[in-house]
């Protein structure tokens, strides 16, 4: 796992791998990266940290990896930075809803289908929101 200090690097790399992305965001962001063998093979850019209700925060994710790049070490770390570090009481994600492999992969992970984004990657593109709750995360301890 490499640090935040090279949040600039991971967030590119993993906007470069996820299709409907786009740019990297350019500020108010955090990033995390896994590096095996000295290679960057994964990683998360966290964006949109907000209140949602009186002291009560929400925060987007965004992964990329190459096979085998998440372990449960690397969930915990990943889960860890929004659940323990910043407090929040959700996590949310938005899928194409043709990209079964990544909504597969978040279900698995325990995000849930919260609802539908119309056209949300374009003219006939609709996006799916999920989202994961802190007591649902069966990534962290408490």
């Known amino acids: 796992m490499i640090d935040a200090g090279e949040r600039v690097r991971v967030a590119a790399w993993v906007a470069s791998r996820i ?3 786009g740019t990297p965001p350019l500020r108010d ?3 995390i990266g896994v590096v095996r063998d000295g ?5 998360v850019i966290y964006t949109e940290y907000r209140e949602i209700a009186p002291g009560c925060h929400d925060m987007r994710m965004h992964c990329a990896g190459d ?3 998440l372990t449960r070490a690397t969930l915990r770390a ?7 570090q ?4 959700r996590v949310t994600a938005t ?12 279900r698995r992970l325990g995000f849930v289908i919260e609802g539908c984004i119309r056209d949300g990657y374009g003219p006939g593109r609709d996006g799916l929101l999920l989202g994961m709750l802190r007591r649902d995360c069966r990534w962290i301890e408490d």
């Not at 290679?39 to 990683?43: N, T």
């Not at 910043?86 to 009481?89: D, N, R, S």
């Not at 899928?95 to 978040?106: F, G, T």
Request: proline share 5%.
């Open 19 to 21: 299709r409907d992305m």
């Open 29 to 31: 962001y955090e990033a």
């Open 39 to 43: 290679q960057l093979i994964g990683g």
């Open 67 to 69: 096979p085998g790049w």
């Open 78 to 84: 990943f889960f860890g930075y929004p659940f323990h």
């Open 86 to 89: 910043l407090g929040c009481i």
């Open 95 to 106: 899928v194409a809803r043709a990209n079964r492999r990544a909504l597969d992969m978040n």
